[in-house]
């Protein structure tokens, strides 16, 4: 299943973006904050902001989002850490 927004042209000429960047601008303000507040995975904020982890990681703190690390993502770090 995929979901697809309509946001009002009234809003989208408010926002203060060129046009070429909105769509992946609103993706990631999208994903940091359904990460933030705990309705996506790491993982899954970053698959939706079409981010690399290492990237999607260092905009969480620039943000000051607490990290949620949970059994899933120590088991995602061990698995990177033994070469799996």
Do not use: N
């Not at 309509?6 to 992946?24: D, F, N, S, Y």
């Amino acid at each position: 299943m995929s979901v697809q927004l309509e946001i009002p042209e009234g809003v989208t000429q408010a926002i203060r973006l060129p046009e070429g960047r909105m769509k992946r601008e609103l993706l990631v303000e999208l994903a940091l904050a359904l990460y933030s507040q705990g309705f996506l995975s790491f993982g899954k904020a970053r698959e939706l902001a079409e981010m690399p982890k290492y990237e999607f990681g260092l905009l969480v703190g620039k943000r000051g989002i607490p990290r949620h690390y949970g059994q899933e993502e120590l088991e995602e770090d061990i698995a990177y850490a033994s070469g799996e």
